[in-house]
């Protein structure tokens, strides 16, 4: 049964867009937890556009169950995770002009650069994992550069069209998974699953955890964020109850 991680970035979106203290991603954390949320994914970004430094410090205060920080490998923020050590930190690509990261971290291109980091981090007893597109060579690099996880991009999936290009975006994903399981590796997904959409990827077997973050958010305007932190664990976790 596979774990639900919420992205509360885009809380904090909402909060950046008037410069103002609401709504307050670290209170949305709370009411995240209270849905029964299996883990708390923010990304600290280097231009802080929505996730700030207050937040991440009482986040690691108050969350509960699993911190995952997404992050690039930049030295600053590498070292500002080496001070918080969350339970994991995911490593992201990360582009000044995008609306969200968009594909995977090339780990096969930067495992100079990304070794070093991992290490770094483990050091302090951090898990890692590496947000990449479901390619066997990627997969590998992975764990050779000594990541705990990875996190599988499912924008392939979500951006298919057609039952031909859907059946061969799965493919991929359970193809990466069994790789990944090959080599040692926890296996993760995310990116633009929605609840009309996750249904596919959750049943295909090997997915520990899923991390979502803009459809819950969306959900909880209408339905409140416990309730719709609810209505996607019964997803991701093909439980029909209530």
């Known amino acids: ?49 929505h996730i700030n430094d207050r937040d991440a410090e009482l986040l690691k205060q108050v969350v509960q169950v699993k911190l995952n920080m997404e992050m690039s490998v930049a030295r600053e923020i590498v070292a500002i995770a ?50 990449i597109e479901p390619m066997a060579d990627q997969v590998r690099a992975s764990a050779d550069v000594g990541c705990h996880a990875v996190e599988l991009w499912t924008g392939g999936y979500v951006h298919a069209r057609g039952a031909r290009a859907v059946k061969a975006s799965l493919k991929r994903l359970a193809e990466a998974i069994e790789v990944g399981h090959g080599v040692g590796l926890i ?27 803009h459809s819950i958010v969306s959900r909880a305007i209408f339905v409140g964020l416990r309730e719709a932190v609810r209505e996607m664990k019964r997803l991701v976790s093909g439980s029909t109850g209530g």
């Open 82 to 131: 080496e001070r918080l050590r969350p339970g994991q930190c995911t490593l992201v690509p990360e582009r000044r002009q995008e609306l969200t990261t968009e594909g995977g971290l090339d780990v096969v291109r930067l495992r100079r650069r990304v070794g070093p980091v991992v290490e770094r981090l483990g050091r302090r007893g951090i898990e890692v994992s590496a947000f």
């Open 1 to 49: 049964m596979a774990r639900l991680g919420v992205n509360i970035d885009h809380v904090a979106t909402v909060r950046q867009a008037r410069q103002t203290f609401e709504p307050d991603p670290v209170w949305a954390a709370a009411e995240a937890q209270l849905g029964g949320a299996d883990g708390i994914t923010f990304h600290l970004r280097e231009d802080r556009r």
């Open 187 to 213: 296996v993760h997904g995310g990116h633009g699953l929605t609840y009309d959409n996750v249904g596919p990827v959750a049943a295909l077997e090997g997915f520990a955890e899923f991390n979502i973050g």
